[in-house]
């Protein structure tokens, strides 16, 4: 039941584990799960809470005038769950598969907390003036999915496309952190600190690598090394580039320039891209060379090195049965339970993953709730870099003649049993 659960939903649960205690109590309740969430702090859910203005001192005080402490102390390392927050945890994760999500977050057990209404949890939330609607659109404004729990399919394909379009907000980024392994998320804090070194007031590309460089156990850092790229040099090649500010800077944690958030977009998507269900150091690094204008990029060129490159070592590295101390990959998918996906399925290229994107626009331009070949040709030569849009415009074709065609085809690829919607 918990495989899929995040870092951050792991952690909900084991605060909830000690909060039971705390209260001398024998199970483990919704109450319990409601006051781990809190507890836990930086996750969606308790985010979502603090945009809809509950106030986190008020919601212990609201559950403890429900519950009252137990007689004796508990002894207990690992306690039983109660009927009502087992099926918490069940509606959290069919809120997760309603989200196409294929993990499972703070968010969705905060979701669950609320749909199981005769729990503690729920009683003390709408006591506090919260429904389950509400947090649900709270939910998919912040990720960035929807300014309704009722949108349509159609919806769901425009809304993927602005994310990938570079449209996301600071929050969105915050919560494609959930699926960042340990490793990478320490090379996200290295990168902090290496920006403090240069007393810079930002985290860019160039503090993303040498991130990468200092953390030095991950799949990233290996597949340097494998490529024979000497991290000390890295670190020289970046001084090149830079020059330290010219005061010290104070601030905790440093705001991302637009092109190192670019580069964990492109993290995100060669994640995907891979069948991959977590974001690691490897995908970082691809990330990093794929934003082209940031120094990082101009770092790793000057190396020598290329995206096809680095993506097919990364390929043979995880492929190659890497010990798992060093391999955050093997780590997440033994956690998981899930198969990498690594053999029999080519990784697609950049070109590729662009096309998809415009076929997604497409198809939303037209009103259809699909995506079909007809949206895929249009992409196509919409990249105009790729080599299939220079093929159509060596035959003469243009997109304006060719979306006309497209829009007078008698008929259309709806999928089975569905109709597509009339694109006039």
């Known amino acids: 039941m918990f495989e899929r659960f995040t870092d951050r939903a792991r952690k909900v649960m084991a605060l909830a584990n000690q909060e039971a205690q705390r209260f001398n109590h024998e199970y483990l309740g919704t109450e319990h799960m409601l006051l781990g969430l809190v507890k836990e702090g930086s996750g969606v859910g308790a985010n979502v809470l603090k945009d809809l203005d509950i106030d986190p001192r008020q919601l212990r005080l609201e559950v403890e005038k429900l519950v009252k402490s137990g007689p004796g102390m508990v ?3 690992k306690l039983p769950q109660t009927p ?10 069919e809120e997760a598969r309603s989200l196409n999500h294929n993990y499972v977050g703070t968010e969705h057990l905060l979701l669950g907390l609320l749909c199981e209404h005769d729990g503690v949890a729920a009683q003390v939330l709408m006591n506090l003036g919260l429904t389950f609607e509400r947090a649900r659109a709270k939910v998919l404004d912040v ?9 349509t399919t159609t ?12 449209r996301s907000t600071d929050q969105k980024v915050q919560v494609l952190y959930e699926r960042f392994t340990d490793r990478s998320r320490k090379v996200m804090a290295l990168a902090n600190q290496e920006a403090q070194r240069f007393n810079h007031e930002y985290i860019g590309t160039e503090h993303i690598l040498l991130g990468l460089v200092k953390e030095g156990s991950g799949v990233g850092a290996n597949v340097l090394k494998n490529l024979g790229i000497d991290l000390h040099k890295v670190r020289l090649e970046v001084e090149k580039f830079i020059k330290s500010g010219p005061e010290w800077v104070v601030t905790g944690k440093l705001p991302q320039t637009p092109r190192a958030k670019r580069v964990i977009e492109f993290a995100i998507v060669e994640a995907r891209g891979l069948n991959h269900n977590y974001v690691g150091s490897e995908h970082l690094l691809l990330g990093l060379i794929e934003e082209h204008e940031g120094v990082a990029a101009h770092v790793l060129m000057n190396l020598g090195l290329t995206l096809e490159q680095l993506r097919g070592a990364v390929l043979n590295l995880l492929g190659a049965g890497v010990d798992q101390d060093q391999s955050e990959a093997a780590a997440a998918a033994k956690r998981s339970g899930w198969g990498m996906g690594l053999r029999g399925k080519p990784p697609r290229t950049p070109h590729a993953r662009r096309v998809l994107e415009f076929a997604d626009e497409e198809a939303v331009n037209m009103k259809h709730n699909h995506v079909g070949t007809q949206h895929i040709l249009l992409g196509l030569f919409r990249d105009r870099e790729c080599f299939a849009a220079q093929l159509l415009v060596k035959l003469g074709v243009s997109l304006e003649k060719l979306r006309e065609e497209v829009l007078n085809l008698p008929g259309d690829e709806s999928p ?9």
Not at 84 to 93: F, G, T, W
Not at 155 to 166: C, L, M, Q, T
Not at 416 to 424: L, N, S, V
């Open 75 to 77: 002894t207990a390392t």
């Open 84 to 93: 009502e927050s087992k099926k918490a945890v069940q509606c959290a994760i």
């Open 143 to 151: 990720l960035g999915q929807g300014v309704s729990p009722n949108e």
């Open 155 to 166: 919806d769901s394909v425009k809304n993927r496309i602005d994310a990938i379009a570079g």
């Open 416 to 424: 089975p049993g569905e109709q597509a919607t009339d694109p006039t």
